[in-house]
T-cell receptor
Framework: GQQLNQSPQSMFIQEGEDVSMNCTSS?????WLWYKQEPGEGPVLLIA?????ELTSNGRLTAQFGITRKDSFLNISASIPSDVGIYFC??????????????FGQGTILTVHP | DAGVIQSPRHEVTEMGQEVTLRCKPI?????LFWYRQTMMRGLELLIY????????DSGMPEDRFSAKMPNASFSTLKIQPSEPRDSAVYFC????????????FGPGTRLLVL
């Protein structure tokens, strides 16, 4: 099946620093998504990407859909303590019987020190 | 409008017992997804429904797991008999058909099987 490798697994940063994380896939996706999960809650969608090469921002968050359609990255600028959580990438392949199924990365645990 | 509602939020049971997890999707959403999250395997899709019909249950681990969606506003995930390795957080998510990216997750049910 499809595999997503997300890195890094965890990050410990100081408030104000920029953060970068990425996902690579063994196969092509036609949609890339980035979610954030806080303790005791379900994942919440941050950014959705639909086209290869697309660069999309949501406040201090910026994500890109790789040209090869096999990778994506998420950047967080000027981190703040409330950015703490687990960030997940997810890919969707609309082809064949995969329609509707998201494949998730393993997650990046972000800790921000004030 | 209320989000996805899951019950119970926490469940502790003994091996061999039947466990039933419940989900109420967002009103008007016609796709429903059941996920399992563990440290080892991350977030895995178990099964999803469109218009109350199961579309893909290839993620259901084994025959001990079953899911139903008797109507548009209610779904259950049942484990019978439960085993310690079933301990995980189970999420329900819903979306509008065709809007794969906007899956809204519930708060999850944290299951511990002793």
């Amino acid at each position: 099946g499809q595999q997503l490798n997300q890195s890094p697994q965890s990050m410990f940063i100081q408030e104000g620093e920029d953060v970068s994380m990425n996902c690579t896939s063994s196969s092509i996706f036609n949609t890339w998504l980035w979610y954030k999960q806080e303790p005791g809650e379900g994942p919440v969608l941050l950014i959705a990407l639909y086209k290869a090469g697309e660069l999309t921002s949501n406040g201090r968050l910026t994500a890109q859909f790789g040209i090869t359609r096999k990778d994506s990255f998420l950047n967080i600028s000027a981190s703040i303590p409330s950015d703490v959580g687990i960030y997940f990438c997810a890919g969707h392949d609309a082809g064949g019987t995969s329609y509707g199924k998201l494949t998730f990365g393993q997650g990046t645990i972000l800790t921000v020190h004030p | 409008d209320a989000g996805v509602i899951q019950s119970p939020r926490h469940e502790v049971t003994e091996m061999g017992q039947e466990v039933t997890l419940r989900c109420k999707p967002i009103s008007g959403h016609n796709s429903l997804f059941w996920y399992r999250q563990t440290m080892m395997r991350g977030l895995e899709l178990l099964i999803y429904f469109n218009n109350n019909v199961p579309i893909d249950d290839s993620g259901m681990p084994e025959d001990r797991f079953s899911a139903k969606m008797p109507n548009a506003s209610f779904s259950t995930l049942k484990i019978q008999p439960s085993e310690p390795r079933d301990s995980a957080v189970y999420f329900c998510a819903s979306s509008l058909r065709g809007a794969i990216e906007t899956q809204y997750f519930g708060p999850g049910t944290r299951l511990l099987v002793l």
